[in-house]
């Protein structure tokens, strides 16, 4: 039977207290007025009352069906890898509870659309961790794209490339990295990086309604490909390029992502190193540093607590965070 969740304001319990939670985002929903974290749930029991412990949780699980039940949990963050997001959000929706999951949405577009239905069926909402929307420094680019300091926009241009054994592995090391195992990830870092990119490109300029592209495996160091090249069409006509390589040499690292216009370019990365640079014909280089929160989801949190609270709109949803998986299956299909 749904709840009636919000009479004592948001009542968070997390799926999965592992790194992205430690900073990143669990903190966030403590520091979000009408919103508190009551819950923490991981398979690993004393890691999961560790971070209770260290976050001041009131309360942790080694069973996500338990935390899922607690009456004491109105909304839930699934913070799992993405090969137990559908099956946790069709738990959480049949309860009543809305949902915040990490991104990628789902290993596919087919789960993600179980996702939606089955919220849209249950009136909840869903909630996607694409984050980027909200952060200032790309909030920054949207502007200089909207108040037409470039002209017309193009075309835009995503590049990344980075080694076989990149920095973003992380803790758990390169043997045991689920990024790399489609079954668990969908597909490889191309899914865990890219599918930030091309959402906050949905995010600028609307949908895309066509893509293609070409992956493999070349360097043969993990299941997954390991570079992907894609093109892609937006609804309202613009064009765009990406190229995603996890196997060049040390040393020829490169994150750029460029908006072209009638009347200069937009540079910026997504990842490191945050500085947009306007460029335009017969003038100066412009360059815009916009600092980062430390609680990098923080802003999207607040989103997603105002429109529960009925006060404002999140703009990362299960239908937009759908349409990303939709593009990037375009492109491995392909």
């Known amino acids: 039977m749904p709840t009636q969740p919000f009479e004592n304001g948001i009542r968070w319990g997390i799926i999965g207290v592992g790194d992205v939670c430690e900073v990143k ?10 919103s508190r974290l009551v819950a923490v749930m991981r398979r690993n029991a004393a ?32 913070a799992t890898p993405p090969d137990s997001h559908a099956a946790y959000a069709l738990k959480a929706a049949a309860l009543g509870k809305p949902v915040y999951v990490e991104k990628p949405m789902a ?11 089955a919220c849209d069926e249950a009136g909840v909402p869903l909630f996607v961790a694409y984050y980027r929307r909200c952060l200032p420094y790309f909030l920054k680019v949207k502007s200089l794209i909207e108040e037409g300091a470039i002209g017309d926009i193009r075309f835009v241009d995503i590049r990344i490339r980075k080694p076989v054994q990149p920095d973003i592995v992380g803790a ?26 091309l959402d906050l490109m949905d995010f600028f300029f609307g949908p895309i309604a066509a893509a293609s592209g070409v992956a493999a495996n070349q360097a043969g160091a993990y299941p997954a490909e390991d570079i992907v090249m894609g093109t892609f069409r937006f609804e309202n006509g613009i064009l765009g390029q990406g190229s995603w390589c996890f196997n060049a040499a040390p040393g020829d690292e490169l994150e750029m992502t460029t908006v072209y216009g009638s009347l200069g370019k937009i540079t910026f990365p997504f990842f490191n190193n945050y500085r947009i640079t306007l460029h335009r014909a017969g003038r100066e280089e412009e360059v815009f540093h916009v600092d ?22 999140c703009p990362s949803t299960g239908v937009s965070g759908g349409r990303t998986n939709r593009v990037m299956e375009w492109m491995l299909d392909a």
Not at 25 to 34: I, L, Q, T
Not at 175 to 187: C, Q, S
Not at 294 to 308: A, F, G, M, N
Request: charged share 30%.
């Open 172 to 197: 758990s090391g390169q043997e045991d990295n689920w990024r790399v195992l489609p079954e668990i990830a969908g597909a490889g870092y191309f899914y865990d990086l890219g599918s930030h990119q």
């Open 107 to 117: 290993r596919s577009f087919q789960e993600c659309t179980d996702m939606v239905k």
């Open 292 to 313: 980062m929160p430390k609680h990098i989801q923080e802003p999207l949190i607040r989103t997603i607590v105002d429109e529960l609270l009925g006060k404002g709109r």
């Open 25 to 34: 985002s669990g903190p966030a929903f403590n520091r979000v007025e009408g």
């Open 47 to 78: 890691k999961a009352e560790d971070y209770a412990r260290r976050h001041g949780v009131p309360r942790w699980y080694s069973d996500a069906d338990e935390l899922l039940k607690d009456p004491g949990v109105n909304a839930i963050y699934i």
